[in-house]
C-alpha cells in the first residue's frame, strides 16, 4: 500500500492532460450556456425560463472547476486562446484570476493548519481560542461561516469578500477586481434597460446566485465534514492534509459531470495537476485513495457539515456550537 509522497509520485502518470479532451470540455460548457442564456431571453414561457435558468447556474459551476482547473495550470497552459477566455470568464465570475489564483494556492499549500491565515478557506477557531475571543470577534468568525453567508456568497465572498475587499486592500495589485465590478455593473445595467428587470433576475442574478451559492458551499464542505483534521504548523504535512483533510463527495452522474468531479477533492490535493476528467481514473487505479473520508449532498449531511463550527483539540473532531457553550 502507497503513502505519503509515495502516493503522490505514483499518481505522477496521471497529471497529464489530453489537450484536445481539454478543449472539448471547455468549449462544449461554453456552448451550453451560451444556448441557456439565450433560451432564457428567447423563449416566451416562464417555465421553461426558470428551467434554462437553473440550468447556466449549474453550467457555470462546471465552468467554473474548468477555469480553477487552468488556474492550476492543469488544462491548457500557455495557450493565448484559453488564457484570453478563462480571463474573461474570471471577470464574469466576480474571481479575476490575481485574487482567485493567489487565494487558491495559498489554500493548497495551507490546508487544514489551524494557525495560518485564513486566506482561500474558511477560518478554523480551536475551542480554546473561541471562547476566549470577544463578543464581535465572535459575531465575525460565526458570520463567516453562517449558511447565509455561504448561500448568499454571491454578494457576500465574491462581490464584497473577492472584489470590492481585494481592491480596497491593493488597489494596484488588484486592478481586475475593479473591472469584474464595473463590468458586473454595466451588465446588470444594460440587461435592465434593454431587456427588463424580470430578465435580468433570470438572466444574471439567479444563475450567479446558485452557482456562487453552490460552489461555496462545495468548497466548505470538502474541508469541513465530520471527520476531518486539523494540525498544527508544525504537525501538518501535505499528503497528510490531502487525504484526511480533505472529503470525497459521493455524487450522482448528472451532478459529478456538473461539478466537473470536483467532489474528488482528496486526489485533487494530493496532486492538482491531475485534470479534473481523469480524477475518477485515478480513484479506480489506486485502493488507496478509495479508503477515503467522505461526504454527500444529502440533506442530513449537508446539515451535518453546515452545524460545524468549532475545532476540539481535546476529542480531535470538528463540533456544533451547542457542544462548545
Not at 434554462?52 to 497552459?77: E, K
Not at 477515503?292 to 476540539?312: A, G, M, N, P, Y
Request: hydrophobic share 50%; proline share 4%; with cysteine.
Amino acid at each position: 500500500m502507497l503513502c505519503g509522497k509515495q502516493l503522490i509520485l505514483a499518481t505522477k502518470p496521471f497529471a497529464k492532460e489530453n489537450r484536445t479532451r481539454s478543449w472539448l470540455h471547455t468549449l462544449t460548457t461554453i456552448i451550453s450556456l451560451i444556448v441557456s442564456f439565450t433560451a432564457i431571453i428567447v423563449i416566451p414561457y416562464m417555465a421553461v425560463k426558470m428551467f434554462f435558468s437553473l440550468l447556466a447556474g449549474l453550467l457555470l459551476v462546471r465552468m467554473f472547476v474548468i477555469y480553477h482547473d487552468h488556474q492550476h495550470h492543469t488544462i491548457l497552459a500557455k495557450s493565448p486562446a484559453a488564457n484570453f477566455i478563462m480571463t474573461a470568464f474570471g471577470l464574469y465570475m466576480l474571481a479575476p484570476t490575481s485574487i482567485w489564483k493567489r487565494s487558491h494556492d495559498h489554500h493548497h499549500n495551507h490546508n487544514s493548519k489551524l494557525f495560518s491565515a485564513s486566506i482561500g478557506s474558511f477560518p478554523i477557531a480551536t475551542r480554546q481560542k473561541y471562547l476566549n475571543m470577544t463578543p464581535k470577534e465572535k459575531f465575525s468568525y460565526l458570520a463567516v461561516r453562517h449558511p447565509l453567508t455561504i448561500g448568499m456568497s454571491y454578494i457576500s465572498m465574491f462581490v464584497f469578500g473577492m472584489c470590492i475587499s481585494s481592491f480596497l486592500s491593493a488597489p494596484k495589485k488588484h486592478i481586475d477586481a475593479l473591472i469584474a465590478l464595473l463590468m458586473h455593473a454595466a451588465m446588470i445595467t444594460g440587461i435592465i434597460f434593454f431587456l427588463g428587470w424580470q430578465t435580468w433576475l433570470l438572466l444574471s442574478f439567479f444563475p450567479m446566485l446558485i452557482a456562487c451559492g453552490f460552489g461555496s458551499y462545495l468548497f466548505y464542505a470538502q474541508h469541513n465534514f465530520p471527520a476531518v483534521t486539523f494540525a498544527t504548523n508544525k504537525e501538518w504535512a501535505y499528503e497528510k492534509a490531502a487525504l484526511e483533510s480533505s472529503s470525497y463527495m459521493r455524487m450522482n452522474s448528472v451532478m459529478a459531470w456538473f461539478t466537473a468531479n470536483i467532489g474528488y477533492h482528496h486526489i485533487h490535493h494530493l496532486n492538482s495537476k491531475i485534470p479534473f476528467y481523469r480524477l475518477p481514473e485515478v480513484m479506480n487505479h489506486f485502493p488507496e485513495l478509495q479508503a477515503c473520508k467522505k461526504t454527500s449532498l444529502q440533506i442530513r449531511e449537508v446539515i451535518t457539515c453546515l452545524r460545524l463550527k468549532i475545532w476540539d483539540v481535546e476529542k480531535g473532531k470538528m463540533t456544533s456550537l451547542e457542544a462548545v457553550v
